[in-house]
Structure formats: structure tokens, C-alpha cells
């Protein structure tokens, strides 16, 4: 079948040697109007003795120095800002869960291109102006609401402002409106199909085909469940705010990494311990400098995130090189006992028990008064596991603790628990409840 | 011959039989029999109601795991050492129990509600020995 043609896409496919014309020039002309219009970034560049015209060529800009998370904290809220207030139109924030939240300022031409680079991401998942989306990314100072709506409405696309919360009428509206697809954290579509379940609405019967996922690193066994429970196609999508927020990257019709806006974003990737860039194909830590936003530019900004670029072309023709899909964010993991853990390591655990389905859980650490550190796995039964025989649901226990033992190599408390004793949230879940600094 | 039994997986921390019992009640189920086994982590509370359908339906809605499984009642006659006169006939049949525990049937019948890892062998081997089953109608009388 054709696919429609969508003329916003095209900067998808640009030769490779133009594309990186446009990088080349849009990075000096960024790099210029940080020095010249943020002090913090001067100094950097002082420090390290490079000046915006030593940015001859796309590979100097090893030269620059790295922005880190940090950076953002000590500079709040406005520190970064490279324009004038009177050029900011929108601030967007992080919910800081610990200490300062990170503040975001853009420009109109910011918002535009940002708007742009996210109605590509739905170009390339096949939505046209014939959709309606549902956009259940919760609207605010989160970036994902408002940047997914607007890339929504700039392809032409219907958009159906939901927002996150009520999900027994966004199921209503989605089979009421005939939603053809939805944008949200792929958590919150598990939920929203178990609610539909529940409900007695088939999700695989209505006409939703497509889903965009994205704001929280998720796993191949999530896809397959999402897949299998609601007949859709899902689409990573890659996005943080301090690039923009949505629609940094996408995945395509192939769905083998995901394309990174390159001519907006320009991607290397690092060895996070030495800071030294790695050749294409090695796998690092993602670094983004924003090479076409002016409100609050980012000069190689270290995500934390670890993936590599793929060397390869697509077979789907786009020349925007491609990322490895990341299935954790550095921030989503936590030491305990010396030893690294990602909670997709532990969710692979519970797949390897059960596998129809990824239970709801969650993680508490605390520290005993020896200093000793614990953690605790609490899984929701469901009731196709439950037995009214003692030993089974023993058993079951057991299986998980010893899964995830193999696995991490360290020891957990697991404890089974009643269906809905851990509080649902319907933005991004939070899985880890780190209370090691508060109980001392 | 089987008496229904509906078994609801609940955590072991306090109040937590409150919110099954409460929705039972509010939906006007009455329980002729409700016995609660219990781990350091969790517990099943086993319930024994003539109304198995809406206690299924109020649970589920609910969010609660809930089972049915088929138990046995053996009455207790009321006479010394009638109890221990059961426990040594299902022992000395080499019949595998999962649990048991003592109820009353609204009938007033005195039974010992026995859950076997084989319920039919169990079924047939008790039937052919002195024990009497009380069936679902009969407990309910
Ligand atoms: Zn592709």
C-alpha cells in the first residue's frame, strides 16, 4: 500500500552531504550565539581555550566542552537562557524529584522547530491528516503534552486533548471518537488496557492502529504485551526537554532504532568515563547539541542514556542515522550493594517467571542502622496466578526472588500483593523509592 | 457433593480483611464461613457462602484475585472423639490434604471443611468409608 505523501517529512531524506552542510552551519552559528549571549557557556570555552571560530569542521566540535544535569541545577532557572526574556514565549519544567527542577525556555522559533521535528515523528509512524489522536501525555510543565499536541496539529491531524487522569472516559472518548491513535508512556496504555478489560471494551475491536511511546525507557517484552492486548503498532519515540521534549527521535515503519532529527539535534556518542567519542556502531552514552534552538541552547548535553549509532542505512530511506532503542536511562538506575541495577533487569525477572504479562511492582531501598541496604520487590498478583493452594503462591514468591538473584547476582525481598496495592500514577511511572538518604 | 469455596488473595497487614469483607457485606452476601491462612507476607481468606456468583462479581469489581474451589464437609457427629476419628481415617487412606478447618452450616451442622490435593479420589475413597459428606444443600438447610 502507498504510503501518503507528506511533504513535512521531507527533511528525512536529505543526501548526506547536505545534511551535514546545514549541521556545520547551524553549529557555528549556535556556538557563536551561546558565546557571545551566555556567559556560563563563555567561561566554559574560555576554560578550555576554544573560540567560536576554531568550529570549522563537524568534527571540532570535540573541541566544545560537555553540559552536564548539573548544569541546569546550578543555573536555575534562567542561567542558560541565550535570548532575552522578551523572545521567551513558553517555560516548560521537570518535576524535580529531588532538589531544583530543570527549567526549559524557548523561543517562537524554537516551539516551531520542535513542532516540526514532532509531526515528523508522527509522519513516520503513517499518521496523516485523515487521524485522530488522543493525546494522553499529561499537558503542563511536562514537555510531552503540549509538544505532542502541536506536532499533532501541524501534520492536520485531529487532536483529542485528554492529558493524563480519568482513563475510564479517555477509553470512552477513544471508542466514541473512533481514535485512531495515541500518544502516551507506554505504561500508561498497559493500564489503560487492563482498565478498557475491565471495562468490557475491546481494545483490538476499535480502530486505533497506532501508538507513540515514549518519556520512560521501555522493554521489548512491554511492546509485545502492548501489541498483543491491543492489536496496535507501536512506535518508539525518543524525546527529552532539554533538547525540546518529544520528537527527538523516532522510529520508523521498520522499526529497528530509532532516526534522530539530526539537522535539529546532532548526536555523538561518548565513553561516559573518559569523555572521548566513539567511532559509529560502539555503544556509549548519547550526547545532543542542539544545533537550531536559540531560547536556551545545549552544547553536547551528556543524556545519560546508553545506545549507540547504528552505522547501516534504513531500508526505509530516510539518511538520519539511527540510534539502538534504549531500554534504561542512567537516572532510572541505582547502586545498591556496589552493584548496578536497571529496573528493565528486574521487570526482565518477572517475565522470565510469567511471562503472558509485566506485573505492576514496585522497588523500595532503605538502609538499616548498620548501614546495610535492602531492597524490596513488591509484585502484584494477578488472578490468573493466583491459587487458592498456600504452597503455589509460596512458590511463586520464591520463583521471582530467585529470578531476580540470578540475574542481578544480588539478594531482594520479594513479597506478592493484592491487585491494586501499589498506587497507580498516570504520567510517567515512578518504579524506584529510594529511601536510603532519609532514613540514614 | 462438593461444597463451592471462594478463596481471595489479600496482604498480611492490618485492616486488609476489612475492604473484602465490607464490599461482601455492603452487596448483602452473608458468609456462613470465613477462615483466613496466613504467611509473614500474605494471606488467603477462604469463604463459604451460598451466593458464590455475586461474591465473585463484588470481588472482581473490586480488583481483588479471587478463586472457586470445591471442598469437602465431612460432618463432625456430636459425640467425644468424633473429630479425631475423621483425621485417622483420612490419614490411614494416605490421602493428601491441603488444609482443613471447622464450620457450621446454616443447618447448624457441625462440619470439618477438608480441601484435598486430589479432590475426586478423595470423593470416592471417603464415600466408601464411614464418613458422612454433607452436601451444598444440606449444609445450607
Ligand atoms: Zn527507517
Known sequence: MAKPYNPVSAADYLPRHLLQEIQLKRLQNIIKHEYDNVPFYRQRMDEKGVKPEDIKTLKDIQLLPFTMKKDLRDTYPFGLFAVPMNKIVRLHASSGTTGKPIVVGYTQEDVDSWTNCMARALAAGGVTSNDIIQNSYGYGLFTGGLGAHNGIEALGATVVPTSGGNTERQIMLMRDFGVNGICCTPSYFIHLCEKAAEMGVNVKALPIRVGFFGAEPWTQEMRQRIEEASGIETFDIYGLSEMSGPGVGIECEHHCGLHIFEETFYPEIIDPDTGEVLPDGERGELVFTTINKFGMPMIRYRTRDLTRIIPEPCPCGRTLRRIDRISARSDDMFIIRGVNVFPSQIESAFLSVDATALPHYRITLTRRPDGLDDMLIEIEVREEQFSDDMRKMNELQKKFSHEIERILGIRAMVKIVQPGAIPRSEGKAKRVFDLRNTTK | ?141
Open chain 2, 1 to 141: 457433593m462438593y461444597l463451592k469455596q471462594l478463596s481471595v488473595f489479600v496482604d498480611n497487614k492490618p485492616g486488609a480483611l476489612y475492604a473484602p469483607c465490607s464490599a461482601l457485606a455492603e452487596a448483602g452476601v452473608n458468609l456462613s464461613s470465613i477462615f483466613l491462612a496466613d504467611t509473614k507476607d500474605f494471606g488467603i481468606l477462604r469463604v463459604i457462602t451460598k451466593d458464590n456468583e455475586k461474591a465473585l462479581n463484588v470481588l472482581r469489581e473490586n480488583n481483588f484475585a479471587v478463586k472457586l474451589t470445591d471442598v469437602l464437609a465431612i460432618e463432625i457427629e456430636d459425640v467425644p472423639g468424633a473429630l479425631s476419628k475423621i483425621l485417622k481415617t483420612v490419614e490411614s487412606m494416605g490421602l493428601d490434604v491441603l488444609y482443613m478447618y471447622a464450620a457450621v452450616g446454616t443447618s447448624g451442622k457441625p462440619v470439618m471443611i477438608f480441601r484435598f490435593d486430589d479432590a475426586d479420589n478423595a470423593l470416592e475413597k471417603l464415600r466408601d468409608a464411614d464418613c458422612t459428606i454433607v452436601s451444598s444443600e444440606q449444609f445450607f438447610a
